[in-house]
């Protein structure tokens, strides 16, 4: 869903049309407080010296894992350090260092926010509320429908974060 179609569906709910730099503003608003909770990877490789401090990315949230190269193949590798957005390797070498990242803000409404589709919803939500509450702070209607956007984004949350391998069961054989 584009910034513009999010628009769209608010302005068919408020019942009132919405400046365009308004909404590229509020889904903004939105997509820094879903910050981390947007499960959004990305990678970077490094060059590394070992013993050398190197900065992430600005919108690194969380290391997943680094890989080394080896060869021609890379491999999982665990001797690093990270401190504040910092990180550090024990061997020199190139790395594949996997993080998750904050979403990135939309320039214009014709962008789609990198976030999982299921999220988009809860983006709609948060702008039903922002136009509400910014007519009157007071309103029910924008009250319950910040608390539902912070419900959502925990709901979304948890599906996309639960263990997805099946279940493994222990067989223990007597003989």
Known sequence: MTGTQIKNRVEKYIDDTIEDSDALEAINEALAILGDQG?????ISFGATA?????????CTLVVNVTKLNGNMYYPYSDYFLEGNNVLF?????Y??????????????SETPDVHESFQQCIVTYLKSWFKLRDDDE???????AQQFERDIQRVFNTLVRNRKPNQVMVIRHG
């Open 90 to 94: 024990s061997d020199t070498g190139s």
């Open 51 to 59: 013993g050398t401090w190197y900065n992430l990315p600005a919108d």
């Open 96 to 109: 594949i260092l996997h993080y998750r990242k904050i979403p990135t803000p939309l320039t214009t409404l």
């Open 39 to 43: 499960l959004i990877y990305a990678t």
């Open 139 to 145: 309103s029910s209607d924008g009250l319950r429908l």
